[in-house]
Nanobody, 115 residues
Framework: QVQLVESGGGLAQAGGSRRLSCKAS????????RNWYRQAPGKQRELVAR???????DYADSVTGRFTISRENVKNSVDLHMNSLKPEAPAVYSC?????????WGQGTQVTVSS
């Protein structure tokens, strides 16, 4: 199983930026999926962004144009660059990967955006 460690969460100002990192215990090239999800209290978990092995990215409509997912291959990290943050309920952001057909999840990191 892959170990994932997220970091970068915390309190941010509306309109500001934040970068989340998800460091994997294996090479990113060995993974078949790399995703960031988020979940706010009382809401369903939402796929925020994903990046394929070929580098194709996909985003939720709610973050398109504001968030960017990137692979930092040297660091085995999948980062989520969040810009133009909107004030909303705190959410836990979690990364997930697929390695040899198995899903692995990180512990999550909370992001709170204040107005």
């Amino acid at each position: 199983q892959v170990q994932l460690v997220e970091s970068g969460g915390g309190l941010a100002q509306a309109g500001g930026s934040r970068r989340l990192s998800c460091k994997a215990s294996v090479s990113l090239f060995s993974l078949s999926a790399r995703n960031w999800y988020r979940q706010a209290p009382g809401k369903q978990r939402e796929l925020v962004a994903r990046v394929t092995t070929g580098g194709t990215t996909d985003y939720a409509d709610s973050v398109t144009g504001r968030f960017t997912i990137s692979r930092e291959n040297v660091k085995n990290s999948v980062d989520l660059h969040m810009n133009s943050l909107k004030p909303e309920a705190p959410a836990v952001y979690s990364c997930t990967v697929v390695f040899v057909g198995q899903d692995s999840w990180g512990q999550g990191t909370q992001v709170t955006v204040s107005s």
